[in-house]
């Protein structure tokens, strides 16, 4: 689908995105997704296996005072709105790394988080005149509006032909 309309939303996931829609300094926010406590703990049985976020009674006497979510599973539910919100399939080229992941405070099951994307840089690549280069700086918050999560990411996005 093309983006037609002028009111087509930047974050619409059926917009088609270039690098040169990506602006330095854009703030984007993504959207927000509930924590399921029993997918969170699915999660960590399988992925991240830690006192803190598989045992209940455990958990209750450590650090936390109760099962938090792993950060792992915290990145995954951040991943699709920006797969689908920020990135666009016609465009978007893979990502040659992240240059920073922090896990500032802990997840619990039925916290709503908010993902928001703030564009820090564009520029073409020196390299590949057909692509650039953008670096944004991603934030998980919750309801209480207290940062749980960032991400620096770089992502390798398509010019328009």
């Known amino acids: ?3 037609t309309a002028p009111d087509f939303a ?11 829609d990506y602006e330095a300094g854009a703030v984007h926010v993504l959207g927000q997704v509930r924590v399921d406590g029993a997918k969170m703990l699915a999660f960590s049985q399988e992925f991240d296996p830690q006192d803190i976020h598989i045992d209940a009674s455990k958990a209750a006497s450590g ?3 109760g099962l938090i979510a792993s950060g792992w599973y915290t990145t995954s539910l951040m991943m699709p709105f920006l797969a689908r919100n920020f990135l666009s399939n016609v465009s978007s080229l893979a990502s040659p790394g992240i240059d920073g992941l922090r896990w500032l405070a802990p997840v619990r099951a039925d916290d709503t988080l908010t993902i928001r994307v703030t ?4 520029r073409l690549s020196a390299s590949k005149p057909d692509r650039g280069i953008v670096r944004t700086l991603i934030e998980v918050i919750n309801q209480d509006d ?9 992502n390798l996005v398509a010019c328009r032909k």
């Open 1 to 3: 689908m093309t983006d």
């Open 146 to 154: 207290i940062l749980v999560m960032d991400i620096k990411g770089v």
């Open 10 to 20: 930047f974050t619409s996931p059926d917009r088609d995105r270039y690098f040169e």
């Open 119 to 122: 564009i820090i840089e564009t």
């Open 63 to 65: 650090p936390f005072r």
